[in-house]
Structures are given as structure tokens and as C-alpha cells.
């Protein structure tokens, strides 16, 4: 047990920090979410050109072969940002269960684009009436599919689209021009898409074909665990900036003859944060490690983080805004830029009663009629 | 950053709680019950721990320990919390009363003091908090005046626990320089408790009786060898004192250990087919991992010879309230028949939720109350102004 930061991790980290505050300060988080894609070409060279996309694929493939751990670490120093990109995204919903499941000869088409940045991947499940109960999620024909999926990130500049069915995940490649998208008007953040599949052609992700009904939805939830645990240490980089801002703004800020940040009611708040914060980060860790190390055992890691974070960050949305008093409502001030992704996040990732579901069962609570 | 224990602390842990299971008595409550027998167990307990050389675990050899790393430390701390902590008032020095005197401590106090407590002999208990400084600790009136054999110590110390039990020893913070500012001119004395002029009087508490003291130290001769560390330095030494202490008791794995109740209560009682029963102790699953993650973290700092300060007041933020918590979710899941208890045969859980939930009321306030912990992360931690 130890759960300071290996060399390497800390290298990546200040490296990732480094870049974050030299390429991607403020200013220019403001122009990429004008430009109306988020995705900076420029800037997405310069992560390629790090390793960043390859981060966690095998160095067969040319990634370099590290786990979701160091995903976290550095999706946390982009969070801090926030830089807008669909780094995380293409590795944990596209790059990673390709690694993870895909066939040998699919890993070799895939993986060396996905990982050098010349390919964007991303995952489609989300269907019109569909909560939760990702096994109703239907296939309709194979090899081909139809239908009609929701909420999709990035979708319109992907070149692999896996998509989420009954039977588990599939393979659609964007030389097929096989999907259509439409932007939704959706508050926060990231560019989502609803999109419709049309006689798609498509193949089984893995060497054996489609998944019977059981394994099918156990495989997209891997990947939506893995994505989320990604995305919360994302979150927690973001409310760590929250957290620098409301610092800065309750010493800086003067009523009553002092800074507010002298009045425990304000400082309270501040500290809520940073306590929610280090949660927060060390279970996003924890989840994430447990991927690497006991990947047959992340139900309960994943669950408590995600149970954990769906309360805390907004808690820690609803300090920021309160310490900040009107001002951090003035988009002319920084933290809206912070606290929209939070909330993005927490509703997107944390929030799902699944969660709390899965961590009910791993702790043992039975369902059984006594 | 790694996540597991390794082989052998899981061993450890295994074989400990075999220990535990084995020599716990079936009366065994904890401490501050109304039962004669708890203090003398916890002597017994203590002495067959030192047998195993399982008491002093961490402490270096030299002074009687096992020389065992953090994270075996912690094993224990867990397993024993968890029992409602069978070693009694004895933690106290295993956690941060011993360090403070390996920390500070001459050669001649070390070889004094640290052997007994490392064989379990030994009670100490700490005279910090006076009727009038509790939070505001550094206005503390109590005088130790210079003296031809040392300090003579006059003043009152209240909720000093196990100075009944009876207590061989005190640790005793007290003023030693009346014209120095407030956090200067106070010196730590090692005070022997049998000393003429020292009375205890007992405050009975909600959680039974006896569970803290009042001591009155009336012209107590202390010799000039048992101060500890320098004169008028003695701030300093509470405050890594403190910090050992926050970080040395495992309270989330008494609150993991509870929840564990909970959850077979709930399947046995067929309340878990209840979504808002599955939410509410999930829920505090979840922050339970989260109190856990957040006591490691403090630990691996230490292990790397780091007082972590902030690290361990963030720590205690969370696990205080969440012992507070459970049982409080406790008391709701078992409703009315959860108010009985241990001793009415109706009592679910043999009324260990309810005893939980009193024993509780004061976790937020010891040690430093949650009000104080969020200062030092405010000032230390986030570096914010001063308060008026």
C-alpha cells in the first residue's frame, strides 16, 4: 500500500501540467469551445505527439503500455485545464475495449491510429427512452445496423464508432460513411451527437463473434466503468481549479474591512471542497488501479467512486458558485468554465442509480425474500 | 501509488482476527461500559499482545517494539478499532504518546518510558483541555512554576480520559512562562499520577459512567527530568502529538464494521429489498472507502517520515462523521427497537448501534473539534486569511 504518486506518475503528471498551463491556458480553452467542434487540431497533434493518445494501449501497437491509473493522473492535469479534447473519450470508449476485446486482426487495423492520433474513436449507447437498463438496448441485424443513438461524444469528427447493442459491443468504421449526426443543444460541455445508423455495416467486437445476451451488456458496462472512473479523475482536476479560484477569490475579496476567506462560514465552505476533493481523486485512483491490477474485481472501487462523487461534486459546484457570491455567474469570470464540465460530468459519469445498485450487491445486500 | 496489502499484512490480518475472535469475552462492549471487568481485560489483552509482539508493532526495537512497518500498523489499528478497541486506554500510547517521547524525549525518559509501554503495564492519560480552553487550547491556565526539584503544577484539566482507571501517568501540557504569548512559555510535563495533590474527580457522560475526568493538580511537585523537550517548546510537541493521534485511530473500520451489521440485518430482516435501505448504506459504503483512502493517504506520508498535518485533519473531517453516520442510519434502519439496549434481551444487533450512536456524540469534538480540524485545513492547507 502506498498511495503516493511513483516517479514516472509524477513525471506524466508535471508534464501534463506543464502543457496544460503552457498550451492550453484559459484563453484558449475560451477560443477552442467558441470554434463550435472543441477539437483543436493544433493541439491535438501536440498530445499525439506526447504519447498521450497511446497512453494505455500495448506497445505492440504503438502505444506505451501503461494502465488506466496513469490515464487518471492525466486526465486529471487536462481537468485542470479544462481542455477541451477527446483524448479521454477516444481511449476509454473506443481505444481501450478494442485493446481489451478486440480480435487480433481488428487490434491491428484499429489500435496503431487510435494510438499515434491519426484515428479519433468513440462509443455510441444511449437510445431514445433508455435510462439505465442498458440491456434493452436493441440490435437490429447483423452485420449491418440500424437504429438510433443519443448523447454520443464526438461523433462527428470519429473515424471508429463502437456501438453498444444487446449482444455487446461492435465495430463501425467511418470509411463505410456509415452514420449520420446531429449536435445536441445540450448545457456544459463536450460536443455530443445524437446519431443514426442506417444499414451500417459492422462487425462483432472480438474473436468470436456477438456476445449472447448475458455477456453482451457486462462488456459495455466495463467500458462505461472504465470511462467514468477516467472522467471523474477529470472532474476532480476541474474542481481542483474550482477550488484555486474560490481560494483566490475569498482572499482577495473584501467585506466588512476583510477577506471573506477570514470568516470560518466562507473558509468552511473552501475546506468541504478540498475534503471532497481528495475523495474524490483517491477513489477515481482507486477504481482506475483496480482496472490494472484486479480486473475481476472493480465492481466495488467503481461503484463507491461513482456512488461517492455523484453527492460530492455537486457539493463542491454549489461552494464554488457560493463563495465566488455573483460574480461566478458572470461568464466574464473564469469559473463557469469549470463548474458547467462538473456538472456535465457528475450527471453524465456519477449520477447513475446503477451505481448505487452495483455497490448495494458488492456489499452484500441481497434482493432475496426473507 | 499501489492499492493492496501486501502478502504478509493480510496474513497478519488474518491471524489477528483469529486472536481477536478467540480472547474477546462475549460481554466485551468496549470501553466506558458500566462493567468492572472492562479495565482489568484490558490490561490482560494488552499483556498477551506484547506476548505475541503484537503491542509496540511499529516501534522500533530499541525501545521495545517489533519494528514493523506503517501499513502492519495499520492492519492493527483497523482489527482492534473495529473490536471496539480491546486495548483500552493503552492506544493513547502506542499511537502518539510514545512517538512524542521517541520524538522529544532524552535517553534517560526514553529508557524510563518507553519499555512499560511497550509490555502493556502501563496507563497514561493526557491533561490538554481546562474548563476554560477547549478549542482555544493555547489560553490554557494551568501553571507548572519553576521549582528547586523541577515544576510545581497548579490548575484543573477536564475530559481526561482513563484517568480513573486509574491512570499511572499523565502527559500534562501546561504553562510554564506566564510572560511569553500564547503559544510560546508552554511546556509538556510527564507527570506521575500517584503525586501528592492530584485528585480525580469522574463526569459521568451520556455514554455511561466515568468517561471522563476532572483533574485538579494542587501544588504538584514534578522533577525537572520529566519535562519533555525543551521548556516552553512544548506547542510544538502537541501539535505533531496531534497529528499521530489523528491519524492513529482507525475509525472507519469501526464504521466499515458496523455497516457490515447493518447489511446482514437488512438481508435477514428483508429490509435490503428496500431501494431507499440499499441507497442509504451504499451510500455510506461509499464514504466509508472514501474515509479509508483518506487515512492511507496520511499514513503514506508518514511512512515517509512526513508529519501530515492537513493530510491527517482531512482524514479525521471524514471519518468522524462518518461514524457519526452509520449509526445514526443505524438507528433508522432498526427504528424503535433500535433505542434497547445491550442488556435487554429485544436489543437487535445485541444494542450495538444504539451504543454505536452515543459513543459518537463526541467523536466531532475530541482531538479537536470539526470546527477546529476545518481551520487547520483552511490556514495550513489552503493557506486562507486568519480569522478575526
Redesign the interface.
Known amino acids: 500500500?502506498?498511495?503516493?504518486?511513483?516517479d514516472e506518475?509524477a513525471i506524466l503528471a508535471d508534464t501534463a501540467a506543464a502543457f496544460v498551463s503552457r498550451e492550453c491556458p484559459l484563453a484558449r480553452v475560451r477560443t477552442i469551445e467558441a470554434s463550435g467542434d472543441w477539437h483543436d487540431p493544433t493541439l491535438w497533434t501536440a498530445m499525439a505527439d506526447l504519447g498521450w493518445c497511446g497512453l494505455a494501449l500495448p506497445t505492440e501497437y504503438g502505444g506505451a503500455g501503461q494502465g488506466l491509473?496513469d490515464v487518471a493522473v492525466l486526465a486529471e492535469q487536462l481537468g485542470r485545464g479544462p481542455v477541451p479534447s477527446p483524448l479521454l473519450e477516444s481511449t476509454t470508449l473506443a481505444a481501450l475495449p478494442i485493446a481489451w476485446m478486440g480480435s487480433p486482426a481488428q487490434r491491428r487495423r484499429f489500435l496503431p491510429a487510435l494510438a499515434s492520433g491519426r484515428a479519433i474513436g468513440t462509443c455510441a449507447v444511449f437510445e431514445p427512452g433508455m435510462s439505465d437498463a442498458w440491456s434493452d438496448v436493441a440490435r437490429r441485424g447483423a452485420p449491418r445496423l440500424d437504429g438510433h443513438k443519443l448523447l454520443v461524444p464526438w461523433a462527428n469528427i470519429a473515424d471508429v464508432l463502437l456501438v453498444a447493442t444487446a449482444t455487446g459491443l461492435w465495430v463501425v468504421d467511418r470509411d463505410n460513411r456509415s452514420w449520420a449526426c446531429e449536435r445536441h443543444d445540450a448545457f456544459a460541455g463536450t460536443p455530443l451527437f445524437a446519431v443514426t445508423l442506417d444499414d451500417a455495416q459492422a462487425e462483432p467486437l472480438g474473436p468470436f463473434g456477438p456476445a449472447d445476451d448475458v455477456a453482451g451488456p457486462e462488456t459495455t458496462r466495463r467500458v462505461l466503468d472504465a470511462t467514468a472512473v477516467v472522467q471523474l479523475a477529470y472532474a476532480v482536476g476541474a474542481a481542483e481549479a474550482c477550488?484555486d479560484l474560490a481560494?483566490r477569490h475569498?482572499?482577495e475579496r473584501e467585506q466588512f474591512g476583510?477577506?471573506i476567506?477570514?470568516?470560518?462560514a466562507v473558509?468552511?465552505r473552501?475546506?468541504?471542497m478540498?475534503?471532497d476533493i481528495?475523495?474524490c481523486r483517491?477513489?477515481a485512483?482507486?477504481a482506475a488501479?483496480?482496472f490494472d491490477?484486479?480486473p475481476h474485481d472493480t465492481t466495488?472501487?467503481v461503484?463507491?467512486?461513482l456512488?461517492?462523487a455523484a453527492?460530492a461534486l455537486r457539493r463542491i459546484f454549489v461552494h464554488a458558485h457560493q463563495v465566488h457570491g455573483a460574480s461566478g455567474f458572470s461568464t466574464e469570470q473564469d469559473l463557469h468554465l469549470f463548474t458547467r464540465r462538473l456538472t456535465e460530468l457528475e450527471i453524465r459519469f456519477a449520477t447513475s442509480?446503477r451505481h448505487?445498485?452495483q455497490?448495494?450487491r458488492a456489499?452484500?445486500?441481497?434482493?432475496?425474500?426473507? | 501509488?499501489?492499492?493492496?496489502?501486501?502478502a504478509a499484512?493480510e496474513r497478519f490480518r488474518d491471524e489477528l482476527r483469529a486472536f481477536v475472535d478467540a480472547t474477546l469475552p462475549g460481554w466485551w462492549r468496549g470501553m466506558f461500559v458500566d462493567d468492572p471487568r472492562a479495565i482489568p481485560f484490558t490490561r490482560e489483552f494488552c499483556r498477551e499482545l506484547a506476548a505475541r509482539d503484537w503491542l509496540a508493532l511499529a516501534w522500533p526495537p530499541e525501545h521495545g517494539g517489533a519494528g514493523a512497518s506503517a501499513?502492519t500498523q495499520?492492519v492493527l489499528r483497523e482489527e482492534m478499532w473495529a473490536a471496539e478497541e480491546p486495548r483500552g486506554p493503552q492506544y493513547m500510547n502506542l499511537n502518539y504518546i510514545g512517538p512524542l517521547l521517541m520524538r522529544y524525549g532524552s535517553d534517560e525518559q526514553r529508557s524510563r518510558f518507553l519499555p512499560p509501554m511497550a509490555r502493556g503495564e502501563v496507563i497514561w492519560c493526557q491533561g490538554f483541555s481546562e474548563p476554560d480552553a477547549g478549542s482555544d487550547l493555547a489560553s490554557l491556565r494551568t501553571r507548572a512554576r519553576p521549582h528547586d526539584r523541577g515544576f510545581v503544577v497548579d490548575g484543573t484539566k477536564i475530559w481526561t480520559s482513563y484517568a480513573d482507571s486509574p491512570a499511572d501517568w499523565c502527559l500534562l501540557l501546561a504553562r510554564s512562562d506566564p510572560g511569553a504569548t500564547r503559544h510560546e512559555g508552554i511546556s509538556v510535563l510527564l507527570v506521575d499520577m500517584t503525586t501528592t495533590g492530584i485528585t480525580v474527580r469522574p463526569i459521568d457522560t451520556m455514554a455511561g459512567p466515568h468517561e471522563f475526568n476532572e483533574v485538579t493538580f494542587d501544588g504538584v511537585v514534578v522533577p525537572g527530568d520529566c519535562l519533555l523537550g525543551q521548556p516552553g517548546r512544548g506547542w510544538e510537541l502537541v501539535s505533531a502529538g496531534l497529528t499521530f493521534e489523528r491519524v492513529g485511530i482507525a475509525r472507519y473500520a469501526r464504521a466499515a464494521r458496523v455497516?457490515?451489521h447493518l447489511?446482514?440485518y437488512?438481508?435477514?430482516?428483508?429490509r435490503?429489498?428496500e431501494p431507499i435501505?440499499?441507497?442509504r448504506?451504499?451510500?455510506l459504503?461509499?464514504?466509508c472507502?472514501?474515509?479509508r483512502?483518506?487515512a492511507?493517504?496520511a499514513?503514506?506520508?508518514q511512512?515517509?517520515g512526513i508529519v501530515p498535518t492537513v493530510e491527517a485533519s482531512?482524514a479525521r473531517?471524514?471519518a468522524t462523521q462518518l461514524e457519526q453516520e452509520v449509526s445514526h442510519a443505524g438507528l433508522e434502519l432498526l427504528g424503535p427497537l433500535g433505542l434497547l439496549r445491550s442488556a435487554d434481551p429485544a436489543a437487535p444487533l445485541a444494542g450495538e448501534v444504539q451504543r454505536h450512536f452515543v459513543r459518537n456524540i463526541p467523536t466531532t469534538v475530541a482531538a479537536g473539534t470539526l470546527?477546529i480540524q476545518?481551520?487547520i485545513?483552511?490556514r495550513r492547507?489552503?493557506?486562507?486569511?486568519?480569522?478575526?
Open positions: 500500500m502506498d498511495l503516493t504518486r511513483t506518475q491509473l477550488l481560494v475569498a482572499s476583510r477577506p476567506g477570514a470568516f470560518q473558509a468552511h473552501c475546506v468541504d478540498r475534503t481528495d475523495a483517491y477513489l485512483y482507486r488501479w483496480a491490477c484486479e466495488l472501487a461503484a463507491a467512486a456512488t461517492y453527492d442509480p448505487q445498485e455497490l448495494a456489499m452484500g445486500m441481497t434482493t432475496d425474500t426473507a | 501509488m499501489d492499492f493492496h496489502f501486501d499484512d501499513w495499520t455497516l457490515e447489511v446482514a437488512a438481508n435477514e430482516s428483508g435490503s429489498r435501505v440499499r441507497a448504506l451504499a451510500g459504503r461509499a464514504r472507502e472514501a474515509a483512502l483518506l492511507y493517504r499514513v503514506s506520508l511512512a515517509r482531512t473531517i471524514h470546527e476545518k481551520n485545513v483552511a492547507g489552503l493557506g486562507l486569511p486568519r480569522e478575526p
